[in-house]
């Protein structure tokens, strides 16, 4: 009887054993994740309550600390051991003052970022239409010592083909053909305002910078056609050495730890409005997909780096520094992709930046994530642009991932202004953030082999040209290729 009762526990004992060993499928493990995110998901909340207790987070401002103590609580709350501040000094901007006359009438205007600390200049303006190169070669002493006016995008009835220029792109081409002042057309209706750097280095610019609403700007353009107008732009700023913090959780890897997986988000914002889209819905997601990998106890082959960067807004300066510490430490080789959520939400599709060798693996990965759900529709792209934390990354080889979004299209009139509040945020497309963008950072980490290797500097740099970056680049000065 006890012999047979041994075998009889014995056998138990071993099946048990094998069922623990039982590895989990893909579809299995998609839809544990699946279904403790949809259940459990906090970007939304936590995203609610740092609006409501924090407010705006402008790097170097108190607001901005706070937000940083909050991330790096929240990581620690989440069950993560290994949290630091990675801590950088800048010279950082914040606005004063600002008063825009036209024709010695008053207009509603805001400061550009890195616009200078004092400023009073009075001159003629001269519509630059579209504020590109082309415009200016027409007749290159058009704006010396007058004030230009640009449109933010392509002017409607613009030449076909036109690729449009960054604001501070903008301005740096007014100040290379000798403007004193730059007033900038918003596009979006009923007078929004917007804000954001004029500087394409992050240091301060020698000319003041504006923007006006688009119905103020429309009428002066008009106006231009048949007379002159001269403005005057009076301001006082801010510039001052501050220190910032990038927060970064770490998740070792299982098997291949010395490979890391950047996944960041800039959890800086502009000071008008508490900078809910831009980006509390991208830094927020972050922390919450890193929520989900504790909660799903997940261990990806590689190493993950789960960062909240500061500085974006100004110059991107989070990413910059933690890119020059990992070439200072001799760790780039390390890096081995960046996933970046910069105003991105509700995925319904995959952006691979990069020299790929297997573009299958994300098409793959996405019909694995749209099996969980029909409304990721699995679209891909491979291509790249500038102006968010990956920029740092990405010049030096590194490959890129980012998400299709399919947000709402009326929370962008508000990008960088005084609108830009929690009420414009949609709790079901920030938990799909967090749903699939958990499982595309897991395929990724997890991966028996990437697809895509770290490019060499001249596949960088046709890379950078395939993707129409030269241009912009140079005039960014982070062209860091001879001719």
């Known amino acids: 009887m006890k012999k047979q009762l041994l075998i009889a ?29 949809q259940q459990n998901a906090k970007g939304y909340s936590t995203l609610k309550e740092a609006t409501e207790t924090i407010g705006h987070r402008l ?3 108190e607001n901005g600390a706070k937000a940083e103590e909050y991330t790096y609580n929240k990581f620690k709350e989440y069950g993560y051991e290994d949290v630091e501040y990675q801590t950088f000094e800048v010279e950082a901007w914040s606005r004063g003052t600002v008063s825009v006359s036209i024709n010695d ?35 290159p002493d058009a704006v010396k010592g007058k004030i230009a006016l640009v449109y933010i995008s392509i002017l409607e009835g613009s030449p076909e083909g036109l690729t449009n220029l960054h604001r501070s792109e903008k301005t740096a081409l007014a100040i290379k053909y000798g403007a004193k002042g730059i007033i900038i057309i918003n596009q979006v209706d009923n007078g929004v305002l917007l804000t954001g750097t004029a500087s394409v280095t992050g240091e301060l610019i020698p000319i003041p910078a504006v923007c006006i609403g688009k119905e103020d700007g429309m009428a002066l353009k008009e106006s231009l056609k048949t007379g002159k107008a001269t403005a005057q732009i009076e301001m006082t700023n801010n ?5 910032a913090r990038n927060v970064v959780a770490t998740l070792p890897g299982s098997e291949i730890p010395e490979e890391i997986i950047v996944i960041g988000g800039h959890l800086d914002s502009w000071d008008l409005a508490t900078g809910a889209i831009d980006n509390g819905i991208g830094s927020f997601a972050v922390l919450d997909i890193a929520r989900a990998f504790k ?9 993950i780096k789960f960062v909240m960067f500061m ?25 081995k992709y960046m996933m970046n959520l910069d105003m991105a939400g509700n995925p319904i599709g995959m952006n691979a930046g990069g020299k790929l060798e297997n573009e299958a693996f994300f098409t793959d990965l996405g019909a694995a994530i749209q099996q ?36 709402d299209r009326s929370i962008y009139g508000c ?33 028996e082999t990437l697809p895509a290797t770290k490019m060499d500097s001249e596949t960088t740099k046709e890379f950078m040209i395939k993707n129409n970056l030269k241009e912009k680049l140079i005039i960014g000065g982070d062209w860091k290729w001879e001719e």
């Open 311 to 335: 500085g974006e807004e100004q110059g991107l300066f989070g990413s910059r520094h933690m890119v020059a510490e990992a070439l200072k430490e001799g760790t780039m080789d390390q890096i």
């Open 415 to 447: 990008y960088h202004s005084d609108c830009d509040d929690f009420n414009l945020v949609n709790e079901e497309h920030m938990t799909n953030t967090s749903r699939f963008g958990t499982m595309m950072l897991y395929g990724l980490a997890n991966a």
């Open 105 to 139: 009438e008053p207009v509603k205007a805001v400061t550009l970022g890195h616009s200078p600390v004092e400023a009073n200049v009075t001159g003629e303006i001269v519509d630059m239409g579209n504020g590109l190169e082309a415009d200016y070669a027409v007749n």
């Open 372 to 407: 969980q759900d029909s409304i990721y529709k699995n679209e891909f792209s491979n291509r790249s642009g500038l102006h968010s934390d990956h920029q740092p990354f990405m010049l030096e080889g590194v490959p890129i991932l980012s998400v299709h979004s399919d947000l």
């Open 9 to 37: 526990l014995t056998t138990v004992l071993l099946m048990s054993c094998g069922e623990s060993k039982k590895e989990e499928s893909q579809a299995e493990l998609f839809a544990r994740i699946d279904a403790e995110i």
């Open 59 to 61: 790097t170097g401002s």
């Open 295 to 303: 909660a799903n106890n997940l261990h990806p082959k590689r190493t």
């Open 239 to 243: 510039s001052d050495m501050i220190k």
